[in-house]
């Protein structure tokens, strides 16, 4: 009734506006205007609600790259990540051959509860059949997630067991979790690897920090590779772990919004030793507050590459019908001063494309094809020269080693014949394994791939369509080699030890553990802590 008597008032102003001379409508009435006439007179019939949505959207694409529609239905899923957690049956998955297989049941959840393993492949849901019928990453979503209480069976093929078990699964909230690894790299030095900004990161992070601590850590790698960044508030936590005093960490500011310091507050828990902070073009956000203001203060070094450069603020606004704009609303800024969010003046394809131009402009393998004006040059409390206007410059830069790479090993990785061959080949060796390596270390020393892996690996790839190319191959030996062995070492203990087998490997890693058992570290006129 409300609608028809809104659209009965917008057709009386209507036709008393064509009755009196012309005036200027303001946006608002041009664009109610325009919507009537579509409903009444269009020649087909119109879904009003999907064009309005059409509408808002391309409406916020003119005015920056982040900010957004969130229709009403998906709400709770994108928040999800943020919240840190998710309601199902929790366990990680792969679509393999058409099958849904179980990378791994997380930790305390229902699946692990009831005894479902790595490798296991669920074949049937609610006694409908699910494998072979070209099942999809959504369905199987909408299939297994599901409200707390809430119960689902599941029909699944385990390795040398004939016939499928049946599980009921009783629903329950199932972490996110926000720290994927944390061990020692050394007797002396920690790292923590962190992928996202969550509501839960800093429990998470607070708990591998004692952890690292008690251990006798004197230094830290905090890993935020790939880290796109979250909640601001979990961000500003991070940083003031670091930071002594009354320090800023950020400010905000925008049209609408005055300027809003934040400072350090608390005694955080590693103000004191050495840290350096990894970063590269998929660091974003959140991850870019943590980062400059580490390096405004002279506290750490930062090591890799540039950042990707978001630096605004978004903030929810929920709209009649619950569905939720996320509406820029400010600028973040490092304690230096700096803003560094990059342009996006050409639009938003070539904004989020920007991070991969990069790589064709040589700026991902050659420092010197990075070119700021000195417009952007800002210093740290220590006069140390530092870039805005385009994410997080690090002190050390570590280029993209592209020497590795073949057509070969991406061949692997598209047709997800390294993580179905770890999957199989650690199921079927697990109990050996685990006798003969009992920890993490024994593995990481002990476990080689012996020619009857690789020949295995080999047979398996070409029967998944990858045929054996020795040259590429010879190219990538390392890359494979290492890789899945860090994909083994996942399966039989978790994502840590997929870490600590794979990083030692990895260029930027290496430099950091190099700059701090090295001079290096000492040399850069850090603040002293």
Known sequence: MKNILSLVLLATSLISAQAQPARDLGPVEKFNALMFHIQRSYVDE???????????????????????????????????????????????????RDTIVVVSPIAGGPSEKLGILSGDRIVMIEGENVAGVG???????????????????????????????????????????????????????????????????????RKALKELNEQGMQDLILDLQGNGGGLLKAAVEMADEFLEGQKMIVYTEGRAYPRRDTKARVNGNFEKGRLVILIDEGSAS?????????????????????????????????????????????????????????PYTEGVKAYKSEKFERFFKGELTSADSINLPDSLKYYTSRNRLVYGGGGIMPDIFVPLDTSAFSDFNTALIRKGVFNQFSLDYTEKHRKALLKKFPKVSDFIEGFNMEDDITSSFFAFAEKEGVEFNKEEYDRSKQLIDNRLKALIARNLWNTSAYYQVYNPFWPIYQRAIEVLEGDAYNAVNLADY
């Not at 203060?297 to 950042?307: A, E, H, K, V, Y």
């Open 46 to 96: 119109v879904d009003a609600d999907k064009l309005v949505e059409a509408a808002i959207e391309a409406l916020l694409e003119e005015l920056d790259p982040h900010s957004m529609y969130i229709s009403s239905e998906e709400i709770r899923e994108m928040n999800e990540p943020l919240e840190g957690n998710f309601e199902g049956i929790g366990v990680q998955f792969n679509i393999m």
């Open 135 to 205: 099942i999809k990453n959504r369905d199987v979503m909408r299939l297994l997630k599901g409200k707390k209480g809430t119960q689902v069976t599941v029909g699944i093929n385990r390795k040398n067991i004939s016939g499928i078990l049946d599980f009921t699964i009783t629903r329950d909230k199932i972490p996110i979790y926000s720290v994927d690894a944390h061990y020692m790299a050394t007797p002396e030095v920690g790292y923590i690897k962190v992928n996202r900004f969550a509501a839960t990161t800093m429990d998470e992070f």
């Open 286 to 342: 959140a991850s870019e507050i943590v980062s400059g203001a580490v390096q405004d203060w002279d506290r750490g070094l930062i090591i890799g590459r540039r950042s990707f450069g978001k630096g605004l603020v978004q903030r929810p606004i929920e709209l009649p019908d619950s569905s939720v704009v996320r509406l820029t609303v400010q600028r973040y800024y490092t304690p230096s001063g700096r803003s560094i969010q990059k």
